[in-house]
């Protein structure tokens, strides 16, 4: 999974150390993290391949998007018993 911000840093609003905090989490659990990035396209057919194509800082990335995640769709199962 890759997030996708067009900002310096997650939830740039937020306290410094609650932004890194939560950078950190999420690569640990292996969520790879774009920052200062902007969406310049998106082209396939969901369901199959989407290409999208970032700038970050400069460079253009392609990533290819296999599946499509929403946060309104989405459920998760904590990796943590204690959680259950």
Known sequence: MTVID?????????????CEALRSLLAD???????NARIKQV?????????????????EKVLRVVMYWSPQAATRTPKDSAWN
Request: glycine content about 14%.
């Open 6 to 18: 067009r900002n310096g840093r997650l939830m740039s609003k937020e306290d410094p150390d609650v």
């Open 29 to 35: 659990e292996g969520i790879d993290i774009l920052l």
């Open 43 to 59: 082209s396939g057919k969901c369901g199959d391949s989407v290409s999208v194509i970032v700038d970050q800082n400069g460079i």
